[in-house]
């Protein structure tokens, strides 16, 4: 039976139907952190490096291929079955691969069908959580529940790190694997606790009698059509482009060809990983942010400067200073959009439209990673951070010359 969501919560961070979400969600990413952690241990173990990249990459194919069809069950039976679900299924195939490398040492194989397994779950648990929030608290309190989430991610991306290499280092990777597993299994009766709001009767009514290929279709139309919604993708899409490989293999690279070593670059993600946490904050803390649109449009351009800038920073101690206000500007316009999503979008196609976005940032953003080392190694980092740079200006420029956008405020 579904909890249902009655009356109006309070203030998002003092309610504790949507702080019962957010231990759940944290508790899960945690645990992914671990588990990839673990899982990039163990086939480093059994096979060779070209063999651990490829069950390392896995689980991107079945993600990128049915991303958009977790959108439309998310959407169907609802975000927190869905959610609830496949925590389940991560937690027991997690925890059979651990309890394998326990009693025996088979290879390679298992850890490639976990990966497998976490693909196809990642395909439906990710467009379900982000569709949740709507269900857990009012429309008023999104956007400071997106900075909580924000939050969430990074403290289980500084947490996750120190605690599989603590599994790795006591146990070796089962060690690590039951310890994500555990993780993740925390989640669950969390999430089982949690209240949810239901969809009005005319929604479900309507839905009744469609097809997912129909709901697919409905919901790629309704993004289209939609004034805030169409050119929202559109900037987002040119962001993640502009901004993934610089921020990914772009850095290491820079920092490579710099001789800043491991330390050096470990402090330049250190200063965009305070940024965007303080970025998430603010919205936290403050929950509105007046003129949203132009906001984000202008923090985007900003940080495209920014980015370019890195590649001709003298030092480690100014890169770092350049990369905290990347992170800042990057989590601040990031933080905005995922709450003009969560706005705008009717909850009743919000598992779609949240696939459609991670469909973008998972699938299409990551390809810009191996241009964009190909790209350092002919002409140098210098060109190539401009060149994304522009990329990721474009996103700002649409989001300031499209009026929809523009105009777009949270609501109050």
């Not at 993600?63 to 958009?68: D, Q």
């Not at 992170?327 to 990031?334: E, H, K, Q, T, V």
């Not at 699938?363 to 140098?380: D, F, K, V």
């Given at each position: 039976?579904?909890?249902?969501?009655?009356?109006?919560?309070?203030?998002?961070?003092?309610?504790?139907?949507?702080?019962?979400w957010?231990?759940?969600y944290?508790?899960?990413?945690i645990g992914?952190?671990?588990?990839?952690?673990?899982?990039?241990?163990?086939?480093?173990?059994?096979?060779?490096?070209?063999?651990?990249?490829?069950?390392?990459?896995?689980?991107?194919?079945p993600?990128?291929?049915?991303?958009?069809g977790g959108?439309?069950?998310?959407?169907?039976?609802?975000?927190?079955?869905?959610?609830?679900?496949?925590?389940?299924?991560?937690?027991?195939?997690?925890?059979?691969?651990?309890?394998?490398?326990?009693?025996?040492?088979?290879?390679?194989?298992?850890?490639?069908?976990?990966?497998?397994?976490?693909?196809?779950?990642?395909a439906v648990f990710?467009?379900?959580?982000?569709?949740?929030?709507?269900?857990?608290?009012?429309?008023?309190?999104?956007?400071r529940?997106?900075?909580?989430r924000g939050?969430a991610?990074?403290?289980?991306?500084?947490?996750?790190?120190?605690l599989?290499?603590?599994?790795?280092?006591?146990?070796?990777?089962?060690?690590?694997?039951?310890?994500?597993?555990?993780?993740?299994?925390?989640?669950?009766?969390?999430?089982?606790?949690?209240?949810?709001?239901?969809?009005?009767?005319?929604?479900?009514?309507?839905?009744?009698?469609?097809?997912?290929?129909?709901?697919?279709?409905?919901?790629?139309?309704?993004?289209?059509?939609?004034?805030v919604?169409?050119?929202?993708?559109?900037?987002?899409?040119l962001?993640?482009?502009?901004?993934?490989?610089?921020?990914?293999?772009?850095?290491?690279?820079?920092?490579?060809?710099?001789g800043?070593?491991?330390?050096?670059?470990?402090?330049?993600?250190?200063?965009?990983?305070?940024?965007?946490?303080?970025?998430?904050?603010?919205?936290?803390?403050?929950?509105?942010?007046?003129?949203?649109?132009?906001?984000?449009?202008?923090?985007?351009?900003?940080?495209?400067?920014?980015?370019?800038?890195?590649?001709?920073?003298?030092?480690?101690?100014?890169?770092?200073?350049?990369?905290?206000?990347?992170?800042?500007?990057?989590?601040?316009?990031?933080?905005i959009?995922?709450?003009?999503?969560?706005?705008?979008?009717?909850p009743?196609?919000?598992?779609?439209?949240?696939?459609v976005?991670?469909?973008?940032?998972?699938?299409?953003?990551?390809?810009?990673?191996?241009?964009?080392?190909?790209?350092?190694?002919?002409?140098?980092?210098?060109p190539?951070?401009v060149?994304?740079?522009?990329?990721?200006?474009?996103?700002?420029?649409?989001?300031?010359?499209?009026?929809?956008?523009?105009?777009v405020?949270?609501?109050?």
């Open positions: 039976m579904t909890a249902t969501l009655a009356a109006r919560p309070a203030v998002a961070h003092r309610d504790r139907n949507v702080l019962c957010l231990a759940a944290t508790s899960s990413m992914d952190s671990v588990y990839y952690i673990a899982l990039s241990w163990a086939a480093v173990q059994a096979g060779s490096p070209s063999q651990a990249g490829l069950v390392m990459a896995v689980s991107a194919v993600r990128a291929l049915l991303m958009l959108g439309v069950l998310a959407d169907r039976i609802g975000p927190r079955g869905v959610v609830i679900g496949s925590d389940a299924v991560r937690c027991v195939a997690v925890l059979a691969v651990a309890a394998l490398l326990f009693l025996s040492t088979p290879g390679l194989w298992p850890l490639a069908v976990l990966a497998l397994v976490f693909g196809i779950v990642d990710m467009p379900a959580v982000g569709a949740l929030p709507a269900r857990v608290t009012t429309r008023d309190q999104l956007a529940v997106q900075g909580m939050l991610v990074r403290f289980a991306s500084v947490v996750g790190g120190p599989g290499g603590l599994g790795v280092a006591v146990g070796g990777a089962a060690a690590a694997f039951g310890l994500a597993g555990l993780l993740i299994a925390v989640s669950v009766p969390l999430l089982i606790a949690v209240r949810v709001r239901e969809l009005p009767a005319d929604d479900k009514e309507h839905r009744r009698g469609s097809t997912a290929w129909r709901d697919l279709l409905a919901g790629l139309a309704y993004i289209r059509r939609h004034r919604l169409a050119p929202l993708m559109l900037a987002i899409t962001g993640d482009l502009g901004f993934v490989g610089p921020l990914n293999v772009g850095l290491t690279l820079l920092a490579d060809e710099r800043w070593g491991p330390s050096g670059m470990g402090w330049v993600l250190a200063g965009f990983g305070v940024g965007a946490g303080a970025a998430s904050l603010l919205l936290t803390v403050r929950g509105r942010l007046p003129r949203a649109g132009q906001l984000a449009g202008c923090a985007i351009i900003t940080g495209s400067v920014a980015i370019g800038a890195l590649a001709f920073v003298p030092g480690v101690a100014a890169a770092a200073g350049v990369a905290l206000l990347v992170g800042l500007l990057a989590g601040l316009s990031g933080a959009c995922g709450a003009l999503m969560q706005t705008q979008a009717d009743a196609y919000l598992g779609r439209v949240t696939a976005a991670g469909l973008v940032s998972l699938g299409l953003a990551p390809l810009s990673m191996p241009l964009s080392a190909a790209a350092i190694g002919i002409w140098g980092s210098g190539v951070f060149v994304s740079a522009a990329v990721c200006g474009l996103s700002g420029v649409i989001a300031l010359c499209v009026p929809g956008l523009r105009r405020e949270l609501p109050q």
